[in-house]
């Protein structure tokens, strides 16, 4: 079947910055891709990709939209190599939604993990995430200086309630010893840690495996496992811990839900700080391939200005 294409870029002042190991992020850069099916009907996708996690680029995945002619087909969509895949995500995810009859999974069903700023800042913002009904908390770390950060993180947890959940976010950005006091140091604040996530850099696989065997704080991989390839090869490479899985850069929804299925992994999914478009379908994924029932990373709403009932329609209403 054909379908007309055509797509447009979008940029999104974060409200605060985002800051992590890899650097302070203030614009969000996206690309929204309309197809419509020979009945008029439309559906919509979104390429958001995060080039310093192992996806393409902005530039690349806009080079790749401009090759395409106006009409393309499924086979074309399903043909898009694996170094585009924030690409394959979302043409895939776009084309599943115009042949997809079934029924749409309630993602109110699942629980959220409220995103904190890093630093300082998360101990004035935790309490209005929980008022909001935030019962688990990720927080950046390796950010700053661990005497710093290990002194805010004990008035955090001494602050949160003991309900509460707090998952620490390192983006690879830890060297041995610091990731060594962080797990010793969780391991006696036990069950109120979910997790450290990707504590060490990326080439440090075997580090962080003999980590994982060492303390009771369990460890994600993040960056390490970006893409389905890395998924698979880090899987085959003997991790059993949490994966943590973004949608959105992943790739191939229809081959990363296959992979879930096949191997029973633990998986955490989250967000590449997409719009409604993107979140939609990366929520229909997390709530047929959670295992576990994890808090989905998806708690990003205060960091965006939301936008308008008119959107993405709107994107397209001067042409």
């Known amino acids: 079947m054909k379908y007309q294409f055509s797509f447009r870029r979008i940029n999104h002042n974060f409200t605060r910055p985002v800051v992590t190991n890899h650097g302070i992020w203030e614009i969000r850069e996206s690309i929204i891709i309309r197809l419509i099916d020979v009945t008029g009907k439309v559906s919509w996708g979104e390429i958001s990709p995060i080039s310093w996690f192992g996806s393409e680029t902005i530039e690349q995945a806009l080079d790749f939209c401009h090759q395409l002619p106006k009409e393309i087909t499924s ?174 850069i992943a790739g191939s929804p229809s081959r990363l839900r296959k992979f879930c299925q096949q191997y029973n992994i633990d998986a955490v999914f989250s967000s590449v700080f997409e719009t409604p478009i993107a979140r939609q379908a990366a929520l229909q994924l997390a709530v047929e391939l959670s295992l576990n029932n994890r808090a989905v990373g998806f708690g990003i709403n205060h960091f965006f200005k939301q936008p308008d009932s008119t959107f993405p329609q709107s994107l397209w209403k001067n042409l």
């Open 75 to 248: 086979e074309m969509i399903l043909a898009i190599p694996d170094n585009l895949p924030a690409c394959q995500f979302a043409f895939e995810s776009a084309l599943s939604k115009l042949g997809d009859k079934s029924e749409f999974i309630n993602p109110l069903n699942i629980t959220y993990s409220g995103l904190l700023p890093a630093g300082e800042a998360a101990l004035n913002q935790w309490q209005s995430l929980w008022e909001q009904g935030y019962k688990t908390f990720k927080w950046k770390i390796a950010v700053d200086k661990i005497t710093k950060e290990l002194e805010i993180f004990n008035l955090l947890i001494k602050n949160l309630p003991d309900s509460a959940k707090l998952r620490l976010d390192a983006n690879g950005g830890l060297n041995y010893q610091e990731a060594t006091l962080w797990l010793q140091t969780c391991d006696n604040l036990q069950p109120k840690i979910e997790f450290i996530e990707q504590p060490l850099a990326v080439n440090q696989f075997a580090e962080v495996l003999e980590l994982s065997n060492s303390y009771f704080t369990a460890i994600a991989l993040d960056e390490s496992v970006a893409t389905l390839q890395q998924l698979e090869h880090y899987y085959q490479q003997g991790w059993r811990g949490i994966f943590v899985i973004k949608p959105g």
